[in-house]
């Protein structure tokens, strides 16, 4: 792919800079029935190169700066014994410093597409340590967009994933958690300036593993190392393929402290490793603050 093929392609088809649902560490751990969390999640991501479906990194004049933000609010209660927990996410945020090849790219801000999720565990053995989860998200088209703008927080499009998963306890303060998910996407009907083009995306995938470590000694803190890995998604506009699709290599760093037992704060750290079909991500970095009640 050209720098001028990438381009064309990118400014036609770029949205939400989230590309998967990730979990942090023990997310696929259910707190007891009747509980409530409030979240709320500040991410600061920076990229400096753009990567084209074949390979090519785009360096020179390339970046794009975001910071999103999500509100999100889970009840756990049960059905039939299994335990369950249906929330709702809201995401907002701003894309900016944005440029490729030299030419820049218009700043957006605003609110992203409202997610409601249901995860259901069909296994919850605390004895074991084990537990298995299927989980529902539904991208509900909301999110502030504009037709053949190059950045936007909302897709303009129906989304799904369902993801499975679960986590196995080790022994002596040691975790790991396992998921896979997939993602179907609607049509986008109004993909261009002229307010015509139909967007459509082959589904993507992701996988992701986390080892989480909680000092036997201090158990309100907890440790994780994570590795994902995330790809497919060609898309086609009107048809005929625009080259574009996303393949990354993902690592990830974790540390979360209960300041008191119902107010938690954690600390991510991500870095790709390899990306084609899109930025690169230098650096993610996250803080997320949890409340129970």
Do not use: C
């Not at 090519?56 to 999500?70: E, H, P």
């Not at 799904?160 to 896979?180: E, M």
Request: net charge negative; no cysteine.
């Amino acid at each position: 792919m050209t720098l001028m093929t990438a381009m064309m392609a990118f400014g036609l088809v770029m949205a939400s800079p989230a590309r998967a649902v990730d979990l942090d560490a023990l997310d696929l751990i259910p707190a007891p029935s009747g509980t409530n969390a409030i979240l709320s999640y500040s991410t600061f991501t920076k990229r400096g190169s753009y990567v084209t479906g074949d390979g090519q990194s785009i360096k020179d004049g390339t970046g794009l700066d975001s910071y999103v933000g999500i509100l999100r609010y889970v009840h756990y209660t049960d059905i039939g014994g299994l335990a369950f927990a249906p929330q709702v996410l809201l995401p907002y945020g701003s894309l900016y410093n944005g440029s490729l090849g030299g030419s820049a790219l218009e700043s957006a801000s605003g609110i992203g597409d409202p997610i409601l999720a249901a995860p259901l565990w069909l296994v919850n053995n605390k004895e074991s340590g084990t537990t298995f989860a299927v989980v529902p998200y539904l991208f509900v088209p909301l999110g502030t967009y504009e037709a053949g703008d190059s950045l936007n927080l909302g897709e303009n499009r129906w989304k799904f994933d369902l993801q499975v998963g679960g986590t196995q306890a080790l022994g002596n303060g040691f975790t790991v958690q396992a998921s896979f998910d997939t993602m179907w996407y609607g049509r986008n009907s109004d993909a261009t300036s002229e307010g015509v083009g139909n967007l459509e995306q082959d589904n993507t995938y992701q996988a992701q593993i986390w080892l989480s470590y909680t000092p036997p000694a201090d158990t309100s803190w907890n440790f994780a190392v994570g590795y994902s890995k995330y790809w497919g998604g060609e898309q086609r506009l009107d048809g005929v393929a625009n080259g574009t699709f996303t393949e990354s290599d993902q690592v990830r760093l974790q540390a979360a402290k209960f300041l008191t037992p119902t107010l938690q704060l954690q600390g991510l750290l991500q870095r790709d490793l390899r990306v084609e079909g899109g930025f690169k991500e230098d650096a993610r970095v996250s803080m997320r603050l949890l409340k129970l009640f």
